[in-house]
C-alpha cells in the first residue's frame, strides 16, 4: 500500500492554478515539439522516403495530427487534470489502462529530454566548428549535463517563468530559421518549384512510408493537456494549444520541406542522407556561415523542449502520486514555488541515469534511440485517447458524428503509424526498442495489478479528481 495521508489532503500546497495564458500554455506543446529540430535533422528521414513530395507527407501529417488534437481537445474540456492522458484512458478504459497511459507518457517525455539534451554537444560542437574549435569530450559531456541541471533549475522554481523561456527560446530559434530560409529563397529568386508541385510525379508509396516519420516531427504537441491545473481557463486554453500548436507546426513543417528541397534544386536524395540537412541548404546557397546560426537556433530549440518535457512528465509523475499509484512524495508541491518539485527532481536523476547510459553509444546514436523510444510511448497513448475521446462523449450523451469522425481517422493513423514502427523491424542498435518498451509496459502492469489486489481503493480513486 503507497502512503497517501497528507499527500492527497487538500490542506497541503497546491499547484499554481491560471498561472498560465493562452499564449503561455501554446508555448509549452509548441516548445516540447521543438519545431526547428525537423529541418535541422529530422527531415532527413522524410526526404529519404517521399523524395520531392516530402512536403505532402507533411500537409497530410499535419491534417491527421490536428484529427488526434481535435480528439485530445474533446477529452482536456471534460477532465483538465494535471494528469491528461493518465485520467482520460482510465476514466474510459478502466484505471489499469490509465495507469499504463500514464506509465507510457512518463517514459515518452523524459526519453524525448533525453534525446534532445544528448544532442546538445553535437550542436554546440557544430557552432564552435565554424571558428575552428572543437571542445574534447569530457567537456562535451559536462555541457549536456549542465544544461539537464539548469532545465531541472527552471522546472523547479516556476511553471510560468518555464513555459515563458520556452516560448521565448523556440520563438527565437524559428525566427532565425525563418530569417536564413528567406535568404536561400531570396537566392533561389522564386517560391514557385514546377518539379515539386508536379503532382503527377508524385510518389503516394514514398508519401505514405514517410508520414508515419513525419508523426514523429509532432510528438510532444499534446503536453499543454498536462498544465490543465496551472492554465487559466483550461477548458479552452487547452484545447486551442492542443489543436492551435499542431496546426501552426504543421504548417512551417510543409512550408519549410518545400523550401529546403527547392533549395537544394529538387535533389531530394542529398537532404536523404545528410547529417546536416539545413546546413547542406545554406552552403549551396553561398551562406556557409549560416550554418553556425542554424545550429544555434537548434541549441536553443533542444533546451526548449527538454524543459516543456520536464514540465510535463513532472505533471504526470505528481497526478499518479496524488492518486497513489505511484509514491505519495510524487503529489507534493513546494510551498513557495507551487510546483510539483518532488516530481521534478525525479523526472531529472531519472534523465541524468539515462544519458549516463547511453553515453557508450555515442551522442547522435544516443539521441536516435531515447527519441525512438519516446516515440513508442507517445504513439501508443494517443491511440488510446482517439479510442477513448469518442467513447467518453457517447456516455456523456454529447456525441456528433464529427467527433466520432475525429476518433476514427485519428486512430487508423496512429494504427498505421505503430505498425510501421515495427514493420519491416528495425534493425541493431534499434532493434532492442521494441521488446524494451513492452517489458517496461510488462513492469508497470504488473505493480498496477498488484495495487488492483492489494489496494483496490487506489484504482478506483481515478474516477475522482484528487489532484487537487
Known amino acids: 500500500m503507497v502512503a497517501t495521508t497528507d499527500v492527497a489532503a487538500h490542506t497541503a500546497p497546491q499547484l499554481k492554478r491560471g498561472a498560465l495564458s493562452r499564449l503561455e500554455t501554446l508555448g509549452q506543446s509548441i516548445a516540447n515539439i521543438a519545431p526547428t529540430m525537423t529541418p535541422a535533422l529530422n527531415i532527413t528521414v522524410v526526404a529519404g522516403l517521399a523524395g520531392i513530395s516530402s512536403w505532402v507527407s507533411y500537409l497530410l501529417a499535419t491534417i491527421g495530427c490536428v484529427f488526434v488534437g481535435a480528439s485530445i481537445s474533446s477529452l482536456a474540456k471534460r477532465h483538465p487534470e494535471a494528469g491528461s492522458y493518465f485520467v482520460y484512458i482510465g476514466r474510459n478504459f478502466g484505471p489499469v489502462a490509465g ?4 506509465w507510457a507518457m512518463v517514459l515518452a517525455y523524459i526519453a524525448t529530454a533525453v534525446a534532445v539534451l544528448i544532442s546538445e554537444p553535437l550542436f554546440i560542437n557544430n557552432v564552435l566548428g565554424v571558428f575552428g574549435v572543437t571542445l574534447p569530450y569530457a567537456a562535451q559531456v559536462f555541457l549536456a549535463f ?28 524559428i525566427g532565425i ?9 531570396g537566392k533561389h529568386g522564386t517560391v514557385i518549384d514546377p518539379v515539386q508541385l508536379n503532382f503527377s510525379k508524385i510518389s503516394f508509396g514514398g508519401v505514405a512510408s514517410a508520414m508515419a516519420f513525419a508523426v514523429f516531427s509532432w510528438v510532444g504537441f499534446e503536453s499543454s493537456a498536462t498544465l490543465a491545473k496551472e492554465s487559466a481557463n483550461p477548458q479552452k486554453n487547452i484545447p486551442y494549444a492542443v489543436v492551435g500548436s499542431a496546426a501552426i507546426v504543421g504548417i512551417f513543417f510543409t512550408i519549410m520541406s518545400y523550401l529546403m528541397v527547392m533549395g537544394m534544386d529538387d535533389n531530394a536524395a542529398a537532404i536523404g542522407g545528410s547529417a546536416s540537412p539545413f ?6 546557397a553561398g551562406l556557409p556561415w549560416a550554418a553556425g546560426v542554424v545550429y544555434f537556433a537548434a541549441i536553443i530549440s533542444a533546451f526548449a523542449c527538454a524543459l516543456a518535457c520536464l514540465n510535463a512528465s513532472s505533471r504526470m509523475l505528481f497526478s499518479m502520486g496524488r492518486y ?5 512524495s510524487m503529489g507534493l508541491v513546494h510551498k513557495r514555488h507551487k510546483t510539483p518539485h518532488m516530481a521534478v527532481y525525479a523526472s531529472g536523476v531519472i534523465a541524468g541515469l539515462a544519458m549516463l547510459a547511453l553515453l557508450p553509444e555515442g551522442f547522435l546514436n544516443g539521441f536516435g534511440l531515447a527519441g525512438t523510444i519516446a516515440t513508442y510511448g507517445f504513439v501508443v497513448v494517443y491511440f488510446g485517447v482517439c479510442l477513448a475521446a469518442p467513447l467518453d462523449l457517447y456516455r456523456a450523451g454529447a456525441l456528433k458524428p464529427t467527433h466520432a469522425l475525429y476518433g476514427l481517422i485519428g486512430t487508423l493513423m496512429m494504427g498505421f503509424v505503430i505498425y510501421s514502427s515495427v514493420f519491416p523491424y528495425p534493425a541493431a ?5 521494441p521488446p524494451v518498451f513492452a517489458a517496461y509496459l510488462a513492469v508497470g502492469l504488473v505493480w498496477f495489478l498488484v495495487l488492483k489486489v492489494k489496494s483496490p481503493q487506489v484504482l478506483r480513486s481515478i474516477a475522482t479528481d484528487m489532484e487537487g
Open 324 to 328: 497513489q499509484f505511484l509514491h505519495g
Open 429 to 433: 542498435p534499434f532493434n532492442v526498442l
Open 99 to 102: 495507469a499504463l497511459a500514464g
Open 146 to 173: 549542465a544544461l539537464l541541471a539548469l532545465v531541472v533549475l527552471a522546472g523547479y522554481r516556476d511553471i510560468q517563468f518555464s513555459s515563458r523561456m520556452g516560448l521565448v527560446l523556440e520563438a527565437v530559434s
Open 279 to 284: 546546413a547542406d541548404m545554406t552552403n549551396k
Open 177 to 185: 530559421i525563418v530569417l536564413i530560409t528567406a535568404l536561400v529563397v
